[in-house]
């Protein structure tokens, strides 16, 4: 596994100044490309939801709706000080 996770980021080295960029967290939802199962392939970009600034806030004191289930159950159980495993 340690081998796997260093050839990783040595790819990565060497995709970051191809794509033209600086630094790693320069890399956007719009530089990553991606197979789906139906064989296409499509930006990284297209594929996700994002979220505004607030909206999570917004809807954990039901002033607004969620924006994807997934946030209305996982969010309520984030915290900040650590994780937890239980669903």
Not at 43 to 51: G, N, S
Not at 60 to 69: D, E, V
Request: hydrophobic share 45%; proline share 5%.
């Amino acid at each position: 596994m340690h081998r796997f996770h260093e050839n990783t980021l040595e790819a990565l080295k060497e995709l970051v100044p191809a794509a033209a960029l600086e630094r790693l967290n320069q890399i956007r939802a719009t530089h990553v490309m991606r197979r789906g199962d139906d064989r296409v392939v499509r930006l990284l970009a297209d594929a996700l939801t994002f979220v505004q600034p607030g909206e999570l806030l917004a809807a954990m004191q039901g002033q607004a709706r969620w924006p994807q289930s997934v946030c209305e159950l996982y969010w309520p159980r984030a915290q900040a000080l650590g994780f937890t495993a239980s669903i």
